[in-house]
């Protein structure tokens, strides 16, 4: 069957209600990770705050998975952990029947301040899925067979609702041709080549990282440093701030449109210059979207990237394509 949800784009992320046990929760659907996981009833009061809190003795198809646990660190410090158990998971119009579904009894605190998600979607490879001890499958692994097709798609948009949709490519949500490249998933991610940037509509060749991943639960475009250091040489005033944790440059400054390569086939993907910022910070200074990925081998394509254009993952031949929309 096909399904849409409909995800309420809060800041940098873009969630979905999600239905577990006859309970609906909003999360944050992320192609970067594997785990499904949700603020519970286990929380204290206090983690829990605005959030809503998935509560197993409420749901008559609760299974435990008694003795597994899981525990996420991310880049940007956050994470969680918890237990494990099964149960029914709908989305849009997908029913995965037995579940893993990730309990979280701790959060860390920027998941507590972000009161718009109730949990993560983990959208990527199950090689990735923190479940102790066995990993298990994420949504889309487990409804994959039922789909018609088995791809999702994810039209990211910046203060419209955006849309995630399983089982088939609407083909009226884009234009042009749609750019597909193979994805080698051993890393655990939507991951491809990229070995060429734009900035100003001039092409380089990247000499650091040569590969890229789409994620969906990242906000920012993490580049290769080098890559970040190039662009911003091109923003007048711009500097590497620690206290900011990044590029930052006067607001008033002229940023120029960057592109980064999808895969080998050539296409350059670009961000206008104008949609590069990504917040201010104060003081009419402004921190870039665009930013280095610390060294790390794989560059990070999130929001600031994909939310420019219709995204197709296909689990089925491990592809990867974008199309302007
Ligand atoms: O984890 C994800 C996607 N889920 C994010 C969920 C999430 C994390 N805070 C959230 C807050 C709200 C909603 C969702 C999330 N992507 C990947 S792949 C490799 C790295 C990585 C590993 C090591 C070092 C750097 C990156 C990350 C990463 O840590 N991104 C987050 C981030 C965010 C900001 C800056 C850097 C990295």
């Not at 994810?154 to 749609?178: I, N, P, Q, S």
């Not at 475009?221 to 040489?233: G, I, M, P, S």
Request: glycine share 14%; net charge negative.
């Amino acid at each position: 069957g096909e399904v849409s949800a409909t995800p309420e784009p809060n800041e940098s992320e873009y969630l979905s209600p999600v239905s577990i046990g006859g309970q609906t929760l909003n999360l944050d659907f992320d192609t970067g990770s594997a785990d499904l996981w949700v603020f519970s009833t286990s929380l204290s009061s206090s983690s829990i705050g605005q959030h809503a809190a998935f509560d197993p003795s409420k749901s008559s198809t609760w299974e435990d998975y008694p003795g597994a646990s899981w525990q996420i660190m991310y880049g940007d410090g956050s994470g969680a952990s918890g237990t494990v158990g099964f149960d029914v998971v709908e989305v849009g119009g997908a029913t995965a029947s037995r579940q893993a579904v990730e309990i979280a009894t701790k959060v860390s605190s920027s998941f507590v301040s972000d009161v718009n998600n109730d949990g993560l979607l983990g959208l990527g490879f199950s090689k990735i899925n923190t479940i102790e001890p066995q990993p298990q499958k994420t949504f889309f692994e487990s409804v994959l067979p039922k789909l018609d097709q088995p791809v999702f798609t994810a039209d990211l948009e910046d203060d419209a609702a955006g849309t995630y949709e399983f089982g088939r490519v609407d083909t009226t949500k884009y234009t042009g041709m749609l750019h597909v490249t193979p994805v080698d998933s051993s890393n655990g991610f939507w991951e491809f080549a990229s070995t060429a940037y734009s900035i100003g509509g001039t092409t380089y060749q990247n000499s650091g990282a040569s590969t890229a991943i789409a994620d969906t639960g990242t906000s920012l475009l993490l580049v290769d440093d080098n890559v970040a250091q190039a662009f911003y040489a091109q923003v007048q005033g711009s500097q590497l701030s620690r206290t900011a944790g990044g590029y930052v440059y006067p607001c008033s400054a002229q940023v120029p449109d960057f592109g980064v390569q999808i895969g080998s086939s050539g296409f350059i993907a670009t961000i206008p210059g104008s949609d590069i910022t990504f917040a201010e910070v104060g003081q009419g200074t402004c921190f870039g979207g665009v930013q280095g990925n610390g060294g790390g081998g794989i560059q990070i394509f999130g929001d600031v990237l994909l939310k420019q254009y219709f995204a197709v993952f296909n689990g089925g031949n491990e592809s990867f394509g974008i199309a302007a929309k």
